[in-house]
């Protein structure tokens, strides 16, 4: 079982950055592929990136596509999201999660107890 805990959220203006940090516990933590998700009021959560374990590829929506970039830094357990070119509608709760794939379609893992998330609110 890994455990999550998101920070580095906050209040920015749009156009501006923020990079959000997860750090998880557990020995597996490098067997798993990793993804963030974010779920902004009166809305489903949603996949937003994701990075496998093995040879780190990376995955986004098409919203965040050439703006945010996932990075993962397994001797740190420490997964990342590098958000650049915050839109008002980036305004979210963020959290990370382990994750699989089915076809181009990403998932949290059916254990997954999510953390209390990092909000993001950018203004515009």
């Known amino acids: 079982q890994v455990q999550l805990v998101e920070s580095g959220g906050g209040l920015v203006q749009a156009g501006g950055s923020l990079r959000l940090s997860c750090a998880a516990s557990g020995r597996t933590f490098s067997s798993y592929s990793m993804g963030w998700f974010r779920q902004a009021p009166g809305t489903e959560r949603e996949f937003v990136a994701a990075?496998?374990?093995?040879?780190?590829?990376?995955y986004y929506v098409d919203s965040v596509k050439g703006r945010f970039t996932i990075s993962r830094d397994n001797a740190k357990n420490t997964v990342y999201l590098q958000m650049n070119s915050l839109k008002p509608e980036d305004t979210a709760v963020y959290y990370c999660a382990a994750v699989y794939s089915v076809g181009s379609n990403w998932y949290p893992m059916p254990s997954t107890h999510w953390g209390q998330g990092t909000q993001v609110t950018v203004s515009s």
């Open positions: 990075i496998r374990w093995s040879i780190g590829t990376t």
